[in-house]
């Protein structure tokens, strides 16, 4: 089994910024890669972006391309999420995966997901 727990969601105002942590613990060692996903009120779970552990390679979502930025601390199984210049469209609950599977987008393809952390964007 594997852990994740995340932390740094919060209020924010439009234009700003925050930084989602993702801490890993249990079996890490089964897993490639971690991904982001978020889910708004009555949306469905979309995927945000994603790295693999082995080489730090990532994917991103066109909708938040050039504004987030997904990094890895190998040593401490945490992922990050800076998210800058925030849009009112971001807010939402996101969530970290992982899973046996490379960097995929969709959801299914995941096995372990956190509780997930609050990101609201006020206009």
């Known amino acids: 089994q594997v852990q994740l727990v995340e932390s740094g969601g919060g209020l924010v105002q439009d234009g700003g910024s925050l930084r989602l942590s993702c801490a890993a613990s249990?079996?890490?060692?089964?897993?490639?890669?971690m991904g982001w996903f978020r889910q708004a009120p009555g949306k469905e779970r979309e995927f945000v972006a994603a790295?693999?552990?082995?080489?730090?390679?990532?994917y991103y979502a066109d909708s938040v391309k050039g504004r987030f930025t997904i990094s890895r601390d190998s040593a401490k199984k945490t992922v990050y999420l800076q998210m800058n210049s925030l849009k009112p469209e971001d807010t939402a609950v996101y969530y970290c995966?992982?899973?046996?599977?490379?960097?995929?987008?969709?959801?299914?393809?995941?096995?372990?997901w956190g509780q997930g952390t609050q990101v609201t964007v006020s206009s």
């Open positions: 995966a992982t899973g046996r599977g490379g960097i995929r987008v969709g959801a299914a393809a995941y096995e372990y």
């Open positions: 249990g079996r890490t060692s089964i897993t490639r890669a």
């Open positions: 790295i693999s552990w082995s080489d730090g390679s990532t």
